[in-house]
Each structure stands twice: as C-alpha cells, then as structure tokens.
C-alpha cells in the first residue's frame, strides 16, 4: 500500500547541528492532497524541517511518520519514491541537457542491471509536458533562464511520481513575474493531480497567497498553525518577524495582505 496515501505527521521531532536545537519538539500533520507553506524568520528552523521530512537530517528525537512508518526505518530509495525535495540552489554541470535532468528524477525506480522502461520515458514526457519545458529538452541548462532552469528543476523532482513534494525557496532569486509563474504551476499541480505540498517561502504575502495551512516558525518551533486569514494578524506578525504592519484585504484573491511599515526592534543603526 501507497504509505503517501496514509499522510506525514511529524511528531516531537528535533534535530541538532552539534550542540545547538536547530528544530525543537516540533508536531505537525501536514493535510494530504493541500499546500502548506513554513515561514519565519531567518534562522527558524524552516529548512531544517523541510530537509528533515525527506531524512536528509537525522532527528535527535521524535520521528518523521509517513502513515504509520517511520521514515527513519525506511531504505533510502523507498523514501526518494514516496517524497520529492527540490534544495535550496540547486546545481548541475552547466553542459547536461534538459532531458538527461529530468531523467535523474527517475533514480528512485531505476535498479542494477535494470533498462529504461516504457514507464520511465512516460515520466519524464509526463514531467516536461506538465511544467513546460518538453520544447527544452535538447538545451544545456547554462543557457536557461532562471525561470526555465527552476521549472526544469521541478520537472526533475515530479519525474519522481511521487504523492509528497517538499520545495526549499522555490522562487528565490527569480523576478516577481517567475515567482508568480513558478507558484501558480506548483499550485495546479496541487489542484489537478492531488499532490501534497510543503513549500518554504520567505515572502509572506506570497505564502498567504498560496497556502492551504500557514506554519509560523520562530526560534526552531512553531508559533502557531492556521489558515492564512487566521495566521495574518498585525499582533502576531510583529511577534514572529519583528515588523509592524497593516494587513489589508488583496482585493484580487480574497486573501490576506501584509502591508511592512517598520522594524519594532531595528537590527541596524545608522552611523552618523
């Protein structure tokens, strides 16, 4: 049986960089089939969770639980085909080809000895078509686009088939018009095929936007867990990002928006 289908749930879970609580007895169930989106503060513990949902770190204590299993029982293969990671930055050597890319998506299936199935073609044609990118194949990722090499990237990562898709700053470094675009293709993949998405994102007004739960995290813990509307209030903005604000109705998506007035404790002083 499909472990995916039985949903994550992270319980009491905390991971240590040497001596110091990167993240601190956290419990999450994240909702299957919706987009939840972590964000905080630099520092928080946001990827650290993320990479540690997909076992790229090890938990001092608490568990990840992918239905009833924990994933840290799991062989490492039989993790990559039930959760998808794309990192932060990633890199690949600037002459491979669109295609070869999005092949490696497909390690997870592949065994020693075993040929390129009809599956496996089906997949990757499956991955291009659906982000767009089938018109690249035969370009070498040096001479992309940001916006073209991310959508590649995510190709690479839904190749996978996988039911979970963790996505660490998917839109960082892209202009506002490839951070729309990267986004709402996250999103219809979520809408049409049912996938789960858990997605960290520093722009908060982009995470109301898009997020079915909204974790606020702070100082390696969750502060609170909601919807959007619950989560985006003036008091508990300047609580977890130290910025006052106004939050307004977005008159377009019937979302709540963060209007940054300034800092309640500036982090910088101006020298004289």
């Known amino acids: 049986m499909d472990k995916a289908l039985n949903g994550l749930t992270v319980d009491t879970l905390s991971v240590a960089y040497g001596a110091r609580l990167a993240v601190d007895a956290i419990s999450l169930a994240v909702p299957k089939g919706k987009i939840t989106v972590l964000a905080g503060p630099n ?5 650290t969770l993320l990479r540690a949902i997909r076992r790229l770190h090890v938990a001092k ?34 002459d491979m080809r669109v295609e070869e890319l999005v092949r490696l998506g497909r390690y997870p299936h592949q065994a020693m000895l075993q040929p390129w199935s009809k599956d ?7 991955a ?3 982000t767009g990118v089938g018109h690249l194949r035969d370009r070498r990722i040096g001479s992309l ?4 090499l991310q959508r590649v990237w995510i190709a690479m990562v839904l190749a996978q088939q996988t039911d979970i898709i963790c ?5 960082n470094h892209l202009d506002m018009a490839h951070q729309i675009d990267c986004l709402d293709l996250v999103s219809r993949l979520n809408r049409e095929h049912g996938r789960t998405v858990v997605l960290v994102l520093h722009d908060l007004n982009l995470a109301a936007r898009y997020a079915d739960l909204l974790v606020f995290m702070k100082d390696g813990g969750i502060v609170s ?26 008159p377009v998506h019937d979302r709540p928006l963060c209007i940054p007035m300034r800092n309640s404790s500036p982090r910088f002083e101006v020298q004289g």
């Open 43 to 47: 520092g928080c513990g946001k990827s």
């Open 128 to 130: 291009m078509f659906g």
């Open 61 to 94: 204590s608490g568990c990840v639980l992918l239905g009833d299993t924990d994933i840290g029982k799991m062989r490492e293969k039989e993790i990559a085909r039930e959760i998808g990671l794309l990192a932060q930055s990633p890199s690949a050597p600037e």
């Open 225 to 250: 867990a909601g919807s959007p509307r619950e989560l985006m209030t003036e008091e508990l903005i300047a609580s977890v990002f130290g910025i006052q604000c106004r939050v307004i109705e977005d």
């Open 167 to 171: 996505l660490d700053e998917p839109v």
């Open 120 to 126: 496996d073609a089906a997949a990757v044609e499956d």
């Open 145 to 148: 686009s940001g916006g073209q």
